[in-house]
């Protein structure tokens, strides 16, 4: 009776001892699974957030030459929407100078901004032939449009930048909503006074401010 007992002792230890050993192969497995899943996650390439410069939405008429591109970031833009009456604006702004090809008139350059506006189901705010003689709250439509601009100075690379303002003959203010924003678009065109100094023919400024 003893020697059957210390039998079943025996047995009992020897189950228990591989029991053990199977639970701890067991964790041992589930550890390296583990270690093995995080480390393949550590090695997966984060997912792009998708981000759109609305700015880009704009089209460049006609392969024109971007003279200048100056991101401005977050400011504060007074668009003329009225000959009476401008729209305090803060968001991202973008203002770019443009040399279209030879040939290009500044009325051609308008009708086209205009029909991108309406393509993208936007609406024209205020549109003038004859901006120069619009003036709101005291201030010339220019100075309203011009807000931010930078200063190049008067070098012969810059002049038709510089004196652009001379030159407008065309304006359009509108907006354009876009499920990122509202895209507030303003642009003049105009031709150069034939100085030597500058580039022939005509020229159109774009300024975008994105609205959150």
Known sequence: MKATLRVGAGVSAVLLVL?????????????????????ERATEQPAEREVTDLSTIVPVFAESRDRYDDKIGFEEFELVVAEDAVEPLMGDIRRRFFQPEDGRSPLEISLYYQEFVENEGGTILFQTRDPLS???????LWHHFSRHREDRGLSTYVWDFTHFRGA????IGAVIPTDQGDLYFAMAAGRGDGSP????????????????
């Open 134 to 140: 619009v003036e709101v709250n005291g201030e010339e």
């Open 197 to 212: 100094r500058q580039f022939p023919g005509t020229r159109f400024e774009i300024v975008t401010v994105v609205v959150d």
């Open 19 to 39: 029991a053990f050993a199977g639970a701890c192969e067991t964790v041992d497995s589930g550890v390296d699974q583990g270690v093995a899943a995080a480390r």
């Open 168 to 171: 407008v003959s065309e304006y």
